[in-house]
């Protein structure tokens, strides 16, 4: 073989390497490019699916919360009045409209507002509200025994509203851990 020979196949070779390179490099980059442009779209889906998410959290904690904090004030001075251990604490006159309402109304204006927005609250805050309405369910037969004529200091009736307003916080606590928001 001679030198011009060797010299024209490495010529050759070369030009065959350096097209083989283009086009294996171009074909990477368009592979790698599609790979990335999927993954970006797949985390922009996430985002936007957990800001509806998180929008969608936020709109149930504030009807939630506006009725688990009616009920609270109800039974705060409910506690209040049978206790009546101090004028400075609120009675159940001067509550509005909205919170002046027997437990079973309260019952049921909190167990609908739930049944509505209950996609959008996790499983612990789910299990707080079971509790809280085992606890109301007691206040139930309650008031029905006070109306009745039986002394609320005679059932220690301020212990249920107390224990209530205490459910009433840890489901507070806990829709608020649901937002990711510290409870103070």
Same mark, same amino acid.
């Given at each position: 073989?001679?030198?011009?020979?060797? &010299?024209?196949?490495? @010529?050759?070779?070369?030009?065959?390497?350096?097209?083989?390179?283009?086009? @294996?490099?171009?074909?990477?980059?368009?592979?790698?490019?599609?790979?990335?442009?999927? =993954? =970006? +779209?797949?985390?922009?889906?996430?985002?936007?699916?957990?800001?509806? &998410?998180?929008?969608?959290?936020?709109?149930?904690?504030?009807?939630?919360?506006?009725?688990?904090?009616?009920?609270?004030?109800?039974?705060?001075?409910?506690?209040?009045?049978?206790?009546?251990?101090? +004028?400075?604490?609120?009675?159940?006159?001067?509550?509005?409209?909205?919170?002046?309402?027997?437990?079973?109304?309260?019952?049921?204006?909190? /167990? /609908?507002?739930?049944?509505?927005?209950? =996609? *959008?609250?996790?499983?612990?805050?789910?299990?707080? *509200?079971? +509790?809280? *309405?085992?606890?109301?369910?007691?206040?139930?037969?309650?008031? &029905?025994? @006070?109306?009745?004529?039986?002394?609320?200091?005679? &059932?220690?009736?301020? +212990?249920?509203?107390?224990?209530?307003?205490?459910? @009433?916080?840890?489901?507070?606590?806990?829709?608020?851990?649901?937002?990711? *928001?510290?409870?103070?």
């Amino acid at each position: 073989m001679r030198l011009s020979d060797l &010299l024209t196949s490495g @010529v050759l070779f070369s030009t065959l390497s350096a097209i083989l390179g283009w086009w @294996v490099k171009s074909r990477l980059e368009t592979s790698i490019k599609h790979e990335y442009d999927r =993954l =970006l +779209e797949a985390v922009k889906a996430e985002q936007k699916r957990s800001e509806v &998410l998180h929008a969608e959290r936020v709109s149930s904690f504030k009807e939630l919360s506006d009725k688990l904090i009616a009920l609270r004030r109800y039974c705060k001075a409910k506690s209040a009045e049978i206790r009546n251990e101090s +004028e400075f604490e609120p009675r159940t006159d001067s509550l509005t409209a909205a919170e002046k309402k027997s437990l079973l109304s309260h019952y049921e204006v909190v /167990n /609908n507002t739930l049944d509505e927005k209950e =996609l *959008f609250i996790s499983a612990q805050s789910r299990e707080r *509200f079971q +509790e809280l *309405f085992q606890q109301m369910s007691l206040g139930f037969n309650l008031e &029905l025994w @006070v109306d009745g004529g039986t002394s609320p200091e005679e &059932l220690n009736a301020h +212990e249920l509203y107390d224990l209530v307003v205490q459910r @009433v916080n840890a489901i507070l606590e806990s829709l608020y851990a649901d937002l990711g *928001f510290p409870f103070t």
